[in-house]
């Protein structure tokens, strides 16, 4: 099966006896901020009996969690900085933690965030209420947070 891989490419990784690809997520280029200030959040893909790309990344936690404290860690450092634009990576954090079942302590973050201002930056891309809603739209679209009814 072809895939393009995008800007983060993959590292081939044997987990629990298996070949999986780790990648990030390349639809999060872009859709929030600059590729910059952009992050991926992780992506773990395998090859099912057929040679097609089945994405397991929910069956690795660990890896999750690692990849969060990533974000997590890029975010602090630099929301409430005048020049700063977290947009990018406050997004592949919510999506990690989505993925994790975690996703309340996004839902708190981004709720505390408002207020303070951390949303903003280029408005090239939706700020502040406008960012949420986006963030909010593209993780149910792409699987990451549950549909709301």
């Excluded at 099966?1 to 780790?22: I, N, Q």
């Excluded at 839902?107 to 909010?136: C, D």
């Amino acid at each position: 099966m072809f895939r393009l891989w995008g800007d983060p490419g993959y590292k081939l990784e044997s987990h629990a006896g298996k070949s999986e690809f780790v990648t990030g997520d390349d639809r999060f280029a872009y859709e929030f901020t600059s590729f910059a200030g952009s992050g991926l959040p992780i992506e773990i893909l395998s090859l099912d009996q057929n040679g097609a790309f089945q994405n397991v990344t929910r069956l690795r936690p660990a890896l999750i969690r690692a990849d969060a404290k990533v974000w997590w860690k890029a975010y602090v450092s630099q929301r409430g900085k005048a020049d700063a634009d977290v947009r990018g990576v406050v997004g592949a954090w919510c999506a990690d933690e989505y993925l994790l079942g975690q996703g309340q302590t996004c839902e708190s973050e981004l709720k505390s965030a408002l207020p303070r201002g951390y949303l903003k930056g280029p408005t090239i891309w939706p700020q502040n209420a406008g960012f949420v809603a986006l963030l909010h739209k593209q993780l149910v679209k792409w699987g990451y947070a549950p549909r709301v009814p």
